[in-house]
């Protein structure tokens, strides 16, 4: 099948029967402005070093701010989280209003209580069609055991018991 027969639509139920973990990845400008965003394109590329890939829309109001940050921090959410999913894949002037969070690495917010956060240098972006390709360098890391939010077929969920 070429390219043009493809309906993104469909294409997009179809890429909905796969489950994913929920992020939100988040980033300061050089010139001080932040950015959050939630992501589920995100995944290892590699151990040794330690790379971790993330794509961004092109169309974000926020991909000025990635491609120009130094260091981004990718916080995998928890099954409690959804409200931080929802708040940061919503337009807003202000996604960082009333909550806390810390400087981490390269001054990227650093938001507590996540089930994992890698505190990233950016170490390279590339074009993929209407994405950016992030990677980044893992530089500090943390984890906890808690359970993660998902994401399968357009509604939100947590995985079962161990």
Known sequence: MNGSAIDPRDLRR???GFPTGVTVVTARAPDGR???????????????????????SKNAPSCSIFAAASHFAIHVLA????????RFSSPSTDKFAE???SDGLGL???IDG???????????????GD????????ER????????????????????PR
Not at 34 to 56: D, E, H, K, Y
């Open 14 to 16: 179809a890429l909905a």
């Open 34 to 56: 932040l950015a959050g965003v939630t992501v589920n394109s995100f995944c290892s590329v590699s151990l040794a070093p330690p790379l971790l890939l993330w794509c961004l």
């Open 79 to 86: 099954a409690d989280q959804k409200h931080l999913s929802k």
């Open 99 to 101: 909550l806390e969070f």
């Open 108 to 110: 990227a917010p650093v």
């Open 114 to 128: 996540t089930v994992a956060t890698f505190e990233c240098r950016r170490a390279e972006q590339h074009a993929g």
């Open 131 to 138: 994405h950016l390709i992030l990677i980044g360098e893992v």
């Open 141 to 160: 890391y943390h984890y906890t055991e808690r359970h993660p939010l998902l994401f399968h077929g357009g509604d939100y969920g947590i995985p079962a």
